[in-house]
């Protein structure tokens, strides 16, 4: 099974400042990973796939990179409307894993 | 509109068995792999199981093999989990998903069923 790390597990912003999370993988998923957004109270969403396509609708603040096992999730400009919970997933092998997620807080 | 209802989501005694559905609208059912993701109250998000858009190639978590079954009705466009033996420990919301096998991500969630294991 492929562990998914994700750092820092909270990360405190303030508006309109930058943030980057970090996503690690036990062994390479080449470029099958995905990062989702939820809200609290809401339903994942979709944000990047492909380590860095963004998904339908998604602000260009948002942006991914990476490859093999290190990955990162940039979010230019933060908003409050960001507050929530990002997971990596990685979708190159069976079982599919999650990272356990940042928190992003703005202050 | 695509959407995605689950339901079937209960309270139900460990050892028990119950079945979620997922109807689905708004996208050509038939022609898209599909997944179950869950979370338990106040935890991340855990794969539990996914099949093509055939209905061939089930894979599963292994912490639900053997017990769960996933399975689809394309003709009408519902997917399904059927439980069993369930645990303590399968307390969740139960996401149906879009996507999540042949190298699909994720890219359309459900709003999720309860299912709460418990005596």
């Known amino acids: 099974e492929i562990v998914m790390t994700q750092s820092p597990a909270t990360l405190s912003v303030s508006p309109g400042e930058g943030a980057t999370l970090s996503c690690r993988a036990s062994q390479s998923v080449g470029s099958r990973l995905v990062w989702y957004q939820q809200k609290p109270g809401q339903v994942p969403r979709l944000l990047i796939y492909?380590?860095?396509t963004r998904a339908t609708g998604i602000s260009a603040r948002f942006s991914g990179s990476g490859s093999g096992t290190e990955f990162t999730l940039t979010i230019s400009s933060l908003q409050s409307e960001d507050s929530a919970v990002y997971y990596c997933?990685?979708?190159?092998?069976?079982?599919?894993?999650f990272g356990g997620g940042t928190k992003v807080e703005i202050k | 509109e695509m959407q995605l209802l689950e339901s079937g989501g209960v309270l139900v005694q460990p050892g028990g068995s119950l079945r979620l559905s997922c109807a689905a609208s708004?996208?050509?059912?038939?022609?898209?792999?599909m997944a179950w993701v869950r979370q338990a109250p106040g935890k991340g998000l855990e794969w539990v199981s996914s099949?093509?858009?055939?209905?061939?190639?089930?894979f599963y978590a292994d912490s639900v093999k053997g017990r769960f079954t996933i399975s689809r009705d394309n003709s009408r466009n519902t997917l399904y989990l059927q439980m069993t033996s369930l645990r303590v420990e399968d307390t969740a919301v139960y996401y149906c998903t879009k996507g999540g096998h042949s190298y699909n991500p994720f890219d359309s969630w459900g709003q999720g069923t309860l299912v709460t294991v418990s005596s």
């Open positions: 997933q990685q979708y190159n092998n069976w079982p599919l894993t």
């Open positions: 099949i093509k858009h055939n209905g061939e190639l089930p």
């Open positions: 708004g996208f050509t059912f038939s022609s898209f792999p």
């Open positions: 492909g380590a860095s």
